[in-house]
């Protein structure tokens, strides 16, 4: 909360980033199109990542009794933790490699 608090205040304040005083003529609707696209991935990219949860959870849930249900449930925790540890790891291999292909300003 603290930084959205300082990055709101900075650009608010900054001259760098202050509107014009008049308007450019026209309206670009090109920044639009780019966060309606933003808004879409994000919201198809959390419903994949849900449904793949789902699954792996729901996937052999009749656990029955005894050895054979342990071992059930014992491999659907293996497989929720391993379906999270790659998403981490997929995350974090974007971080690493997203200074590469960022283009110099």
Do not use: W
């Not at 900075?10 to 003529?25: E, G, K, L, V």
């Not at 729901?58 to 999270?84: L, P, Q, Y």
Request: with cysteine; net charge negative.
């Amino acid at each position: 909360m603290l930084l959205s608090l300082q990055s709101s205040r900075f650009i608010f304040t900054s001259p760098a980033y202050t509107p014009p005083a008049t308007p450019p003529q026209g309206v670009d609707r090109t920044i639009t199109i780019v966060f309606l696209l933003i808004c879409l991935e994000g919201l198809c990219g959390g419903s994949a990542y849900v449904n793949t949860f789902f699954h792996v959870g729901r996937e052999g849930e009749d656990g029955g009794e005894g050895e054979e249900g342990t071992r059930r449930k014992m491999e659907r925790e293996f497989r929720i933790g391993a379906v999270g540890a790659a998403d981490s790891c997929g995350e974090c291999s974007a971080l690493v490699r997203s200074p590469l292909v960022e283009l110099d300003g």
